[in-house]
C-alpha cells in the first residue's frame, strides 16, 4: 500500500530514521558501563520494543503500567521488565503477580502501601517480586525522600517476604524540559546526587542495591555518563516528538501524523481530519511538515476532530489533499490510536498494533 492510501488520521513511522534513533541509542551504552532499558510507554508496541532489544546494550524492557507490563510479558520481549510507577489500586498488584510468573519482574515502591500491596499479592501468588525504592529527585510527583526514609524503605522491603531488593530509581523529568545544555547537565548532576548519595547509604546499611535507573531521552548522555548509575528508561528518544528535538540529542523525528484537509472555508484558513482525539495537546499544537502549498502555514487550535490552520492566503491547498503534522507529545498521543503505519519511503510495509494501549484487557466485569 502506499502512503497516500493509509486512511487518516494515522500515525505513521518512518522505519529508517527510527532505526538510526535505536542504533544512536545502542551505540551509546555499547560502550558504557551504563545500560539502556527503553520505556515501553513511550509507543506500547512490541515490533518496536523487539527492534529496540535487538540493538543490543539493553537491561531489559521499563513499563508505567501493569497492562504494558502484561503486554511485554505476553510477547516475550524480554527476560525483565521493571514497572517504574507505583501500582496501587484493584487489582493491580495481583496482576503483576501474574507477569511476574512470566518473567522477571521489578515494581518500584516509595511508601509501605505500594510495598504492603505488592508483598501481599507476592505472598499469595507463591512468588518473590523484586523492588526499587523510588527516590524522589526533584520531580513534584512520585518518589520517597533522599536519605533516610528511602533507606527505611528499603530496609523494611529487604525483610519482607516475598519482596526482593534489587536497588533505587529517581526520575529527573523536571530536567528534561531544560533546552540548554548546561543548565540541563548541572540539574541532571544534582537530581542523580540525591540518588546516589541514597545508595551509597543503603549500601553502608548492608542492602541490596545492583539496580539503579534513571533518566530520559534529554539526559539519555548525561545519566548515562554518571558513575553509579547502572541504567537508563529513556523512551521518547525511539519516535521523538517535536517538543525534544534540542540541538544536542543525536535523535531525529520518526513519525507523523498523516492528515486530510477537510475543508477551506476562507482563503487564510483551512481544517483537516486530525485533533483533539488524533493527539495530545498537553504540549502545544502540532507543527506542520513543510510541504508545497503549505509554506507559512501553523495551527491555530484543535478540536475534537479537526486542527485548524492558518494559511498564506496565496496557498493553493485544496479540500482532499494531505499534510503531514509533527506531534509535540509521543506517549499520550500514540495511546490514542490503535496501529502505526511502518513505512520505507512512501511504501507502507508493515502495520505494527498499539497493543498496550489503555489499562485492562477485559471488557466486561
Ligand atoms: C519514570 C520515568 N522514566 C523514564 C521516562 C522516559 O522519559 P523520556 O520520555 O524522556 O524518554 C519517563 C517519562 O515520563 C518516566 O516517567
Redesign the pocket.
Known amino acids: 500500500m502506499k502512503v497516500n492510501k493509509i486512511p487518516t488520521p494515522a500515525l505513521v513511522v518512518d522505519i529508517a530514521a527510527m532505526e538510526r534513533n535505536i542504533k544512536h541509542a545502542a551505540d551509546y551504552f555499547a560502550a558504557r558501563q551504563s545500560k539502556l532499558r527503553p520505556?515501553f510507554?513511550?509507543h506500547k508496541t512490541p515490533e518496536i520494543a523487539r527492534r529496540q532489544l535487538a540493538a543490543g546494550s539493553c537491561t531489559g524492557i521499563?513499563v508505567?503500567t501493569v497492562r504494558e507490563a502484561e503486554v511485554v510479558a505476553r510477547e516475550r520481549l524480554c527476560d525483565e521488565i521493571l514497572i517504574?510507577?507505583q501500582i496501587l489500586g484493584p487489582g493491580k498488584a495481583d496482576r503483576a503477580a501474574v507477569v511476574a510468573k512470566q518473567a522477571s519482574l521489578i515494581v518500584a515502591i516509595d511508601s509501605d502501601e505500594t510495598l504492603d500491596d505488592l508483598a501481599r499479592a507476592a505472598q499469595a501468588a507463591g512468588i518473590e517480586i523484586g523492588v526499587l525504592v523510588d527516590v524522589n529527585v526533584g520531580l513534584p510527583r512520585c518518589g520517597i525522600a533522599p536519605g533516610e526514609p528511602a533507606v527505611a524503605l528499603a530496609k523494611r522491603a529487604s525483610q519482607t517476604p516475598g519482596i526482593v531488593l534489587r536497588g533505587a530509581m529517581g526520575?529527573e523529568?523536571h530536567v528534561?524540559g531544560i533546552r540548554d545544555r548546561t543548565e540541563r547537565e548541572e540539574k541532571a548532576h544534582k537530581s542523580m546526587d540525591r540518588l546516589l548519595s541514597t545508595v551509597r547509604m543503603m549500601r553502608d546499611e548492608g542492602l541490596r542495591c545492583e539496580i539503579v535507573s534513571a533518566?530520559?531521552?534529554?539526559t539519555f548522555d548525561i545519566t548515562g555518563g554518571i558513575e553509579g548509575i547502572t541504567e537508563v528508561?529513556?523512551?521518547?528518544?525511539v519516535l521523538m516528538d517535536n517538543t525534544?528535538l534540542y540541538e544536542d540529542l543525536p535523535f531525529e523525528l520518526a513519525f507523523a501524523i498523516h492528515a486530510t484537509v477537510l475543508s477551506r472555508p476562507r482563503p487564510d484558513q483551512c481544517a483537516a481530519d486530525a485533533g483533539l482525539k488524533a493527539m495530545a495537546s498537553d504540549h502545544g499544537v502540532p507543527a506542520i511538515a513543510p510541504l508545497p502549498g503549505m509554506e507559512d502555514a501553523t495551527v491555530l487550535f484543535l478540536s475534537d476532530e479537526h486542527c485548524t490552520i492558518s494559511l498564506p492566503a496565496d496557498s493553493t491547498i485544496r479540500p482532499g489533499e494531505r499534510i503531514k503534522l509533527l506531534p509535540p507529545h509521543i506517549?499520550p498521543t500514540i495511546n490514542m490510536h490503535d496501529v502505526l503505519y511502518a513505512v520505507e519511503g512512501d511504501e507502507v510495509v508493515e502495520i505494527w498494533p498499539v497493543a498496550a494501549r489503555g489499562y485492562v484487557e477485559q471488557r466486561s466485569i
Do not use: L, R, V
Open positions: 520505556h510507554k513511550a521499563t508505567a517504574a510507577n526520575y523529568g528534561m533518566g530520559g531521552t534529554c528508561q529513556a523512551g521518547t528518544y525534544y506517549d
